[in-house]
């Protein structure tokens, strides 16, 4: 692979190989190996780093690695370069050193050459060389740091880009969502009216408000009392097994709108008001379309009729009925059977 600033992977690579084999050598130098401790423990971090640098260059698209700052990759670059340069001046050197120590003296020389491995390497020259490394290494340290803090700053950068774009995507969502709602309780009201039931559909089509002799406090829709008999049937439904069922089916009660203090249900028994005796059912309707409107409060009442026996003379066993009706007493509305008696 290679990377957008003049350098491939492989370079790196073979700085750390280059590393590990003069750490690896300089183990195999029995007797002394403990002299060169301290460069083996560099050259072995040295050779970590460096795969850190391969490992970041290989996992990271290109997009990634163009985003590292330029002065900081160079200054990678040129730490590399002299790395690879000192070790190989180092390899050099303990080659040519070699071969002076088997060359020399003869075959005294060959013969101690096992004894004296460890002296393959000069130890002036390993010193110097953990010194310039050393230095190289940290600068390493430090410029991986730097380019982590960087990538980490332009990770941040971004996720806060990312949460800004959901945030605003969110509020889109949200705003959709209010419109949405909208149009469903838009649908939801006008629902009602498209299937036929307009008392829920406006305000003109609203409830009718009914308190009944049982104190019972009831919303109703208005097309159920446009019609008496349309309004007669919900209020058998309504006093099914309750008190005064029996009256509401025999048309005993009224009711009274509030609002213009005027009765809109007459009872059977009942004048009209308009003064022409007992309404008829169409006469009923035409009242409760005349007075019955969206929005009305209307209260209902028991009425009881009592027929009264007459008598002509004191001793005239025959007699006249008439009608007349008696308010309780106590609450005003439940109007109860009684008798008034004439006085002899």
Known sequence: MVVPFGISVGDFIAVGKLALEIATALSDCRGAAADYKGLIDLLKSLEI????????????????????????????????????????QFKLDSRKYTERLINGQGNKAQKTFRKLKWSLYSTEDARKLQQRLSLHLEAFDRYLLAVNIQLGAQSSHQEAQSTQRLQGQIGHFSSTLTEIVQIVQTIQLNMPKCLGYPWEADVASSHVYLQDVLGRSTILPAVLCRTFNTFHDTLKIMFSDHPGFKEVVRGDF????????????????????????????????SLTREWVKPGSRLSMSIVNTVLVRQRSTPMDSSSDFFQTDEECPNCGRFQTVGRRLNKW
């Open 49 to 88: 780093s460096l795969n850190s640098i391969t490992n970041f260059l290989s996992s990271s698209s290109l997009g990634e690695t163009s985003n590292v700052d330029q002065a900081f990759m160079n200054g990678v670059l040129f730490h590399a370069g002299r790395c690879h340069t000192l070790l190989s």
């Open 254 to 285: 009224e009711i009274i709108d509030e609002t213009i203090g005027l009765p809109i249900f007459l009872g059977r028994a009942l004048p009209t008001i308009l003064g022409r005796g007992i309404a008829s059912a169409r006469e009923q309707d």
